[in-house]
Structure formats: structure tokens, C-alpha cells
């Protein structure tokens, strides 16, 4: 257990992780404007409940996690009620909308390696992920967590993280790549919630993945 | 070794391209990799897309204003616990106090003006300080203080400040070099009403402030440069801290206190209701003479 901290010393801790919380910020509520709000909320938030950080363990982690409950509770309410009406009625990646069936894999993917990415069509295509997808894709792809921290922000189970980030690679391979070569591949195509028996999260029988758990 | 069919190997490209996964698994995946130009081809593509992603996505830097909305709000809510846990700590507040009147008996040098020779804990010999200031006007005089300050909080304080700044660990909250803006940024924020120091050297520019705290007090932070070095002026409300130093100079019609850190040298002096510390690389005799400067 922690104790409390004076202002200066947690602003040393935590200033320099502003602009991770500011990023994941603008992932969750899409908007720049909210997103300083909704890190502002969290820091204040987590100063004051800073004893019940555990010294040792991911300060980042932690502040995402606050982070990710301020967005759940009062948040994505607010942001919801507003943009409801935005949503483009023909939005293929709505949650639930994306069939396994239509996750495709490359027939060719040296040929499409030598094709760069443009950065806007990304960022729009990561835009219109799932928003659990797009958080789990950017703190792993782009933030570089490991899956242990993004487990414990999200606060789902690592064997989630997997899955959810397996998918959005899928999702956005056959969004930005479209028009390329492109072939069913069932293999690569599983979008199960879960990963079975993916070990950390106690596993199942079946295919038997080991993570690196000590971590 | 045992290779894992395709299947379980596309499964687990990603977990394998991020190191997530156990040696003895990723092991297997190599192997089949090694053996499977399809597969190969899959894992080249992956690490591609990975690589693509990091090179282009965005990845908004937070505003500057925003750590100063967090600053100020941090602030506030610590005076606001601070209020709370007043009641029941009255009684080691009150020893606590006691205490630190004291240490400001002991510490304090002479009052502005008075002139060092004024405390009888002056040695008077002249400093000898080395390193010419950029002005060509001589060193002023200075004289050896009796007690020593290596241990004082405050100093560390001061030196730390300067340093994070320098090393960009505290980042300036505010980007200007026009004293005017930086007093009206500060102004409310901290409690006491900010003159931004101006120096009669012209190449001194002012590169912005931030809000920092000097003990327990709200205090403003000033980034200014001199030919590549870098001043700090930390001014900081006067009730808050003793002043003093290793040695005194009288200087511009104030004494000003000087003394070091390692490589890092500091002057403070009181004005009114306020003191300022001015914290740098550069020889203490130009701090002095700057800290002479200040109007």
C-alpha cells in the first residue's frame, strides 16, 4: 500500500505520463476537448486514492485503469447522448456488425508490403474500429504496453487483450488493404471473444498458447 | 522440435511479434516459420503492419494548458485535504511551528539593506569568487558566512528545480518571452502578485514559467537564458523560508546571499513581500551582480 502524496511529488510521478492518458484519452471520446477533461478527472481522482496504488506495480496501468472507469461512469454517457446522432447509419464496424466470416488474410502479402500506408486513411481506419477493439489496439500497437498492463487497464482478462487485439488487426488490415489481394484465410480469420486456453487466465483445453505470465 | 500447425501459428503471429509470448511456444512458432514460406510470408507482413502503424498513427501530445489545469486543480485539492486534516492536527501544527521559527532565528541573515557586517555571524573576508561575470563592472564584495547551508532544504529545493526544468523532466507550463504575459498567467495563481523580473543585460531572454512550489507554498518558476546557460528565477512568498547563505553581498542597494551546489550556484535576496532565488551554472559573482540587477 502507498500513502498519501503531496501535489508536487505526484505531478513528478505522473506529469510525464500526460500525454499517454491525453492519447488514450482522445481514442476513447474521439474529441480533444473531452479528452482533457476526462485526464483531468482521472489525475485528480488518483491523487486522491493514491494510497491504494500498490508501490511495484504499473503506475501507468493503474492511471489508465481510473482512466477507463471515469470514461464507463460518466463519460461515454455524456459523449453518447451528444454524438448518437452522428453515427453513420451505414458504419460496417458498429459493434456486432463485423461477421467472422468477413475477416479476411492477404493471399499475397509480399506484394502489399510494398505499398506504405497513408497516415490519414489509419487513423480514420482505426477511428472506426469497435471502441474496446480501437483502446486495446492503440495501447498495444501504438503505446506499447504489454498485454499485463493493457489487461489491467481495461480490466478484462489477458486472454481478452489477445482476442480483442486479433481482431482489430484483422479489421483494419481488410479496411486499409482493400483492394489489394485479398483471400479467405479461415485460419487467421477466428474471432472468438476469448482465446482458448490462453495460459494466464486459467485455460482451457484446446489449442494451448503460453504467455510470458511472469510479467 | 514440434512446430505447431498453421493454424495455431497464425493464431499467435501477433502475441509472437510482441515478445508476449512463453520462449518455449515462440520457439515453436520459429520453427515453423523456418520450415513454412506461407507462414513466413504471414510474420513479415505482420511485423510490416506493426511497423506501419507505430510510423504513422497519431499519437496527440496533451496541450500545454492542460498540465496547468491539472497542476492548479492538484493544488487545490491538496489545500482542500489540507483544511480537513487541520483540525485534528492543531496540536503538532502548533509544534511544528515552533520549530520552524527557530531554524528562521538561526538562519536569517541581515535584513535588506542593513549590509552584512550588520549580523554578527559574518566573517568579514572578501570571497575571492572566481569566473568573470559578462558585464565588465568588478565583482562585488563579498564576505564568508559563518554558518553553512549545504544541509538547507531550501537550497535543494532550488537546485532541484533548476535541474528538472534544465532536463526537461518539469516542463515550462507557459512559452514566452514577453514578462507581461508570463505576470498575467500567474496572476492568481499564485498568491501574491508577480513583478517578472527584467535585468539591465540585454541578452537575458525570459523563455517562459510554470507553477512550482518551494516547502509547502505555491511558488513561480522563471526560465530565462543567458548565452546558452540556463537561469532560474524561483520567487517565492516571503514568509516561507529564512533567507541566507554562505556569503553575502551588498549589491544594487540589497544584500543578496549567495552559495553552491556542486556545480550549481544560487543567490537569494527579499523583496518586500517576496524572495527571489535565482539558480544556474553560471559563476555565483554573475548571479550576484544579476540578482543586483533585478527591478
Not at chain 2, 518455449?24 to 507482413?45: G, K, V
Not at chain 2, 517562459?208 to 543567458?226: F, I, M
Not at chain 2, 537569494?268 to 548571479?287: I, K, M, N, W
Amino acid at each position: 500500500m502507498g500513502v498519501p502524496v503531496d501535489a508536487r511529488k505526484f505531478e513528478e510521478l505522473t506529469l510525464p505520463l500526460l500525454d499517454l492518458l491525453y492519447s488514450v484519452g482522445v481514442r476513447y471520446t474521439r474529441n480533444r476537448e473531452d479528452a482533457e477533461d476526462l485526464v483531468q478527472e482521472t489525475l485528480l481522482r488518483a491523487f486522491r486514492a493514491f494510497d491504494r496504488f500498490e508501490e511495484g506495480t504499473s503506475l501507468r496501468a493503474w492511471l489508465l485503469r481510473i482512466l477507463t472507469n471515469c470514461y464507463y461512469n460518466r463519460y461515454r454517457r455524456r459523449v453518447h447522448e451528444r454524438r448518437a446522432a452522428d453515427l453513420p447509419a451505414d458504419d460496417p464496424y458498429h459493434e456486432g456488425l463485423v461477421s467472422d466470416a468477413s475477416l479476411r488474410c492477404l493471399r499475397d502479402p509480399e506484394a502489399t508490403m510494398q505499398q506504405p500506408l497513408v497516415s490519414d486513411e489509419l487513423q480514420r481506419a482505426i477511428d472506426r474500429l469497435p471502441e474496446a477493439f480501437r483502446v486495446v489496439f492503440v495501447l498495444t500497437e501504438v503505446e506499447e504496453l504489454t498485454y499485463r498492463e493493457v489487461a489491467d487497464a481495461m480490466g478484462t482478462p489477458i486472454g481478452t487483450v489477445m482476442s480483442r487485439l486479433h481482431r482489430a488487426r484483422k479489421l483494419l488490415q481488410q479496411d486499409l488493404l482493400r483492394g489489394r489481394e485479398w483471400a479467405v484465410d479461415p485460419e487467421a480469420a477466428s474471432g472468438e471473444e476469448d482465446v482458448p486456453g490462453a495460459a494466464g487466465d486459467g485455460g482451457e483445453t484446446g489449442e494451448v498458447v503460453r504467455l510470458r505470465t511472469a510479467r | 522440435m514440434e512446430t505447431g500447425s498453421c493454424g495455431w501459428v497464425r493464431r499467435f503471429l501477433g502475441p509472437w511479434k510482441d515478445g508476449e509470448l512463453d520462449p518455449a511456444d515462440a520457439a515453436r512458432i520459429e520453427a515453423h516459420l523456418a520450415s513454412c514460406p506461407a507462414c513466413a510470408a504471414q510474420a513479415r507482413f505482420e511485423k510490416w503492419f506493426g511497423g506501419e502503424v507505430r510510423r504513422l498513427a497519431d499519437r496527440p501530445r496533451a496541450p500545454e494548458r492542460l498540465a496547468q489545469r491539472v497542476s492548479f486543480e492538484l493544488r487545490r485539492a491538496q489545500r482542500a485535504r489540507r483544511v480537513r486534516r487541520a483540525a485534528w492536527a492543531a496540536g503538532s501544527v502548533a509544534a511544528a511551528a515552533g520549530l520552524v521559527l527557530l531554524v528562521a532565528f538561526v538562519a536569517r541573515g541581515p535584513s535588506p539593506g542593513s549590509g552584512p557586517t550588520a549580523d554578527r555571524s559574518v566573517v568579514a573576508q572578501p570571497s575571492g569568487a572566481g569566473g568573470a561575470p559578462p558585464s565588465a563592472s568588478p565583482a562585488p564584495p563579498g564576505f564568508q558566512l559563518a554558518a553553512r547551508h549545504d544541509g538547507d532544504p531550501f537550497a535543494a529545493e532550488l537546485v532541484d528545480r533548476h535541474e528538472r526544468v534544465v532536463q526537461r523532466t518539469l516542463p515550462l507550463e507557459l512559452a514566452t518571452a514577453d514578462g507581461g504575459a508570463a505576470a498575467a498567467w500567474f496572476q492568481g495563481k499564485v498568491p501574491f502578485a508577480l513583478r517578472v523580473p527584467r535585468f539591465a543585460d540585454a541578452r537575458i531572454r525570459l523563455r517562459g514559467g510554470r507553477l512550482t512550489h518551494v516547502g509547502d507554498r505555491d511558488a513561480a518558476y522563471l526560465g530565462y537564458e543567458l548565452q546558452g546557460h540556463s537561469l532560474s528565477v524561483l520567487v517565492v512568498p516571503g514568509d516561507a523560508r529564512p533567507v541566507g547563505g554562505e556569503r553575502a553581498y551588498d549589491v544594487g542597494g540589497r544584500t543578496v546571499f549567495a552559495s553552491s551546489r556542486g556545480e550549481i550556484h544560487y543567490a537569494v535576496f527579499r523583496d518586500g513581500e517576496v524572495v527571489y532565488a535565482l539558480v544556474s551554472d553560471l559563476p555565483e559573482t554573475t548571479l550576484v551582480e544579476l540578482a543586483g540587477q533585478i527591478r
